[in-house]
């Protein structure tokens, strides 16, 4: 019995090679497809960066399920179903959930863990972070800068020129092409 126990951290750390979640619910493709209809949203912009600062049962209502449960709930994407893990479009990636500009395509870079990486945002206050040691893990959060939503979390071993990873959540972005 001595032995399980002192096995199970050891198992957690490599199940967080990137950001896996040990519970993790299934998101599928067309609920990624889905976040990106805004017509139920009316608290999503591209220009509007008030801070938001909405009750839970609000973010239920105008979100799709799969993107509530990632951007509200903190759950995770499988690796390798997102949209965007493998994506390589030009433009800017924004918050699904209110439309806060958060990563360029040229700061993305391919990552093998499954989610979409980057290693810089698009400004400072694009995101915030907070301290997740959840699942007996110590992770740095990281949280849309405008809505709070759970976007993913950020580690160390990125390319230069910052040697950060932004691991992200496919459903909690939305891609918008360079315009030509
Ligand atoms: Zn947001």
């Given at each position: ?7 199970v ?24 497809a ?12 591209r220009?509007?960066?008030t ?13 799709s ?94 390319p ?5 990873r ?15």
């Amino acid at each position: 019995m001595k032995r399980i126990i002192l096995h199970v951290p050891l198992i957690l750390i490599a199940l967080a090679a990137c950001q896996a979640a040990p519970q993790g619910l299934t998101v599928t493709q067309s609920g990624a497809a889905m976040s990106s209809n805004h017509s139920q949203n009316p608290y999503y912009s591209r220009t509007d960066t008030t801070k938001l600062d909405l009750p839970d049962e609000v973010w239920k209502k105008v979100l799709s399920p799969e993107l509530y449960a990632v951007a509200r709930k903190g759950e995770t994407e499988r690796a390798f179903t997102g949209k965007y893990w493998n994506y390589e479009g030009l433009g800017t990636y924004y918050c699904a959930a209110c439309g806060n500009a958060l990563f360029r395509s040229d700061a993305k870079f391919a990552s093998t863990c499954g989610w979409p990486s980057f290693f810089e945002t698009v400004r400072s206050g694009s995101v915030e972070y907070r301290e997740d040691n959840s699942y007996g893990m110590m992770r740095t959060e990281v949280l849309c800068g405008r809505c709070d939503a759970h976007l993913g979390h950020v580690f160390d071993d990125g390319p230069p020129p910052t040697g950060k990873r932004f691991c992200m959540n496919s459903i909690s972005l939305d891609f918008e092409p360079n315009s030509k």
